[in-house]
């Protein structure tokens, strides 16, 4: 068996409280209806504390497989985002350790590894190539991986002999390269041979079954070699015998020396077996945390002893939390975790805490990222793949092209060879029209597209998958392409069915205006979706940053003689610098049976001062605003459940904390480990 070096996290007096509305006497007051969200809007509201944990004490040992559990709402998630450090919203405090140095959530995510409960995985990746991914971008410490993969044999065939008929994952690896070989492992570890090459999928598109998602996503912190492990919830929504693999496999992980700690809900007999240690909440308190064995006797000792045949995780519910003492929820809380405070085992897990493991947490036991050059690479791969697998998304925004430059072109075709005041009213709409499709289909294609990404962004960033830069950058280098030939399609088709002026330099500017408007739809289109947490927030918002600009655009409104103090919107309208660009790009020096009728024309639509050169540059102006607005909303989005001021050096600080030496209070009765 490989010891990975052990760590150990220890809490004490550790609450959690968040801010809610409070209720009134009548159970309204400030809280509810028109009358409150009127208050609330006018800062009236009030609010009180909602204590969710109170004042835990335990700890976390390396080598066991730590089940918490307790009945819904109990705190069982609260807790272990807080421990894994992906819970912000709310007020903490007391004391975290890990082998008796100073930690906190964000030191935590330096260590450990997290599968939440909705395992978000980009759907277009099949399962070995979302964990070749965490392996390439998350590169376990070369001295770990090479430990693992060679204990990983001796670990994949016990499982295999528990499970039998599953094929051999670990022979695979051989001759391949760290990344290939390490997903091999994993795959074999996990179960997941026969699934490897399915795509992960949707609720749109069905890919692989939940189970198998759910030890995906496990698979993929597992490769990282993290010392500490936290799951929420690996097993509900499996059958019992995919819950029970997923168990044997986290025991597995468990016995090499890791720290697992998973929260699960109603675990069979023989899963329950499998557990080491066990947490038990009742409305934020803690009524049990010790070793699995003693929770029979211990559950005995209250009065409520377990049958032979029951199963003691039932028991525990059935017999204890839901019936001891027959008081409500709160006191009984209080009272069994007062009994359990007064227990040998509360006593016992009291020493455990002053005298944690000792050992320093080794710089390799950090978790590790590639490079910024590699994440670039990986990413950019990653995406052009992901826009070729969405194949169709992407045929829907070549054919919108040539749908819209053919409808275009063939209601106004040949407006060249119409009367004057036809060619005016004509060329004007038109060009109102293609000005604003350019924008408007380029922030919707990709309002559409990240808002999917979004929760994918959000946990591979929190999980130190890639930095913002890398990602950032990869997005725009596989868009770039498809904002440049998307509207080169489309204007080409229109421009010439237009009849608009038989000039190769005059249809340039035409096309770059449009490339202009389509990078600044998807600079815009970014910024929204990252700005907002769901698709309708967005849908909402959109019309109303949309439609003044559109009003504004320079066809509706003579801008020039439009309201004063709301003149400004014309300014930040990427519609009317387009529709300025291509009006003056035509009718500049516009002659029709040699009577000059342009730059009248130009005059009396009032656009302004500018040439088409300078109103391009404004849309590339604005394209580079909204494309930093977009970064930084990015950015915003990436911190989310982290604490604002943690920065570069905030990280270094908690290295240094945890490479140093235990707090003094550890520091003569702690155990060093061997
Ligand atoms: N941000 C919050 N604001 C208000 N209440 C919250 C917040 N976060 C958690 N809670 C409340 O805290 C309690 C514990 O929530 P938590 O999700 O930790 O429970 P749980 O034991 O994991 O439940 P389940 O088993 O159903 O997932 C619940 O009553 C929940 O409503």
Do not use: A, K, Q
């Given at each position: 068996m490989v010891h990975e070096a052990p760590l150990m996290v220890s809490f004490e007096d550790l609450s959690y409280s968040v801010r809610v509305r409070a209720r009134s006497p009548g159970g309204d007051g400030g809280g509810g209806g028109v009358l409150g969200g009127i208050r609330e809007r006018m800062g009236k509201a009030r609010y009180e504390d909602k204590v969710i944990l109170h004042g835990l004490s335990g700890a976390f040992r390396p080598g066991r497989l730590t089940a918490i559990l307790g009945p819904s709402g109990s705190g069982k998630t609260t807790l272990l985002n807080l421990l894994a450090g992906y819970e912000s919203s709310g007020t903490a405090t007391g004391s975290i350790w890990v082998n008796g140095r100073p930690a906190t959530g964000a030191s935590m995510r330096l260590l450990a590894g997290y599968v939440s409960q909705d395992d978000v995985i980009l759907p277009t990746q099949t399962v070995r190539e979302a964990i070749e991914m965490s392996i390439r971008l998350r590169p376990p410490p070369l001295s770990q991986a090479a430990d693992a993969q060679a204990s990983l044999a001796t670990a994949v065939d016990g499982l295999r002999g528990a499970e039998e008929g599953r094929g051999g994952g670990a022979e695979k690896g051989k001759g391949a390269g760290p990344a290939e070989a390490g997903a091999s492992h994993a795959i074999a570890l996990l179960g997941l041979e026969r699934c490897q090459h399915t795509r992960v999928g949707d609720s749109a598109a069905k890919g692989i079954s939940g189970g198998e998602r759910k030890r995906t996503a496990i698979a993929q912190e597992w490769v990282t070699q993290a010392p500490i492990l936290f799951l929420d919830e690996p097993t509900s929504g499996l059958d019992a015998h995919s819950a029970l693999m997923v168990t044997r496999q986290l025991k597995s992980i468990a016995d090499r020396g890791r720290t697992v700690v998973a929260v699960v809900h109603q675990p069979s007999s023989e899963m329950f077996e499998l557990i080491d240690d066990l947490l038990v909440l009742l409305d934020g308190r803690i009524v049990y945390f010790g070793e699995r064995a003693g929770l029979v006797d211990y559950v005995a000792g209250l009065g409520a002893p377990c049958g032979m045949y029951s199963n003691p995780a039932d028991h525990v519910f059935n017999a204890v939390l839901f019936s001891y003492g027959g008081e409500g929820a709160p006191d009984r809380a209080v009272r069994l975790q007062g009994e359990w405070v007064r227990s040998a085992g509360g006593a016992a897990m009291r020493a455990l805490i002053e005298r944690p493991e000792t050992a320093p947490v080794r710089a390799s036991q950090f978790r590790r990222t590639s490079p910024p050059l590699t994440q670039l690479r990986y990413l950019t791969w990653r995406a052009a793949l992901n826009a070729r697998r969405n194949r169709l998304v992407l045929g829907m925004r070549l054919g919108q092209a040539v749908f819209f430059g053919l409808l275009l072109g063939l209601i106004f075709?040949?407006?060249?060879?119409?009367p004057v005041n036809v060619q005016q009213q004509n060329f004007s709409g038109a060009m109102f029209f293609m000005s604003t499709t350019s924008f408007l289909l380029s922030v919707l294609s990709v309002v559409n597209t990240f808002s999917q990404e979004r929760l994918v962004f959000l946990r591979e960033s929190q999980g130190g998958y890639y930095g913002l830069p890398a990602y950032f950058l990869s997005k725009n280098i596989v868009e770039l392409p498809i904002q440049v030939v998307t509207p080169i399609i489309n204007s080409v088709i229109a421009y010439w069915l237009l009849g608009l002026r038989q000039d190769g330099l005059k249809y340039v500017l035409f096309a770059l205006t449009c490339i202009g408007l389509n990078l600044c739809g998807f600079s815009f289109g970014l910024f929204l979706a990252s700005s907002f947490k769901d698709i309708s927030a967005v849908l909402v918002a959109l019309p109303i940053m949309f439609l003044p600009a559109l009003l504004f655009g320079?066809?509706?409104?003579?801008t020039g003689n439009s309201t004063v103090w709301l003149r400004w919107i014309q300014w930040i309208s990427p519609i009317k610098y387009g529709y300025t660009s291509m009006m003056k790009n035509q009718f500049t020096g516009y002659v029709v049976d040699g009577r000059p009728i342009g730059d009248a024309y130009l005059e009396q639509v009032?656009?302004?001062?500018?040439s088409v050169g300078v109103n391009i540059a404004f849309i590339l102006v604005l394209s580079f605003i909204a494309w930093v607005a977009a970064y930084l909303s990015l950015m915003r989005l990436a911190r989310q459940g982290r604490s604002p001021s943690f920065t570069k050096n905030a990280e270094k600080h908690l290295r240094q904390q945890l490479e140093g030496p235990p707090d003094p209070r550890f520091a003569q009765g702690g155990k060093e480990m061997d």
């Open positions: 075709l040949n407006t060249d060879g119409r320079g066809l509706l409104v003579n009032n656009l302004g001062p500018f």
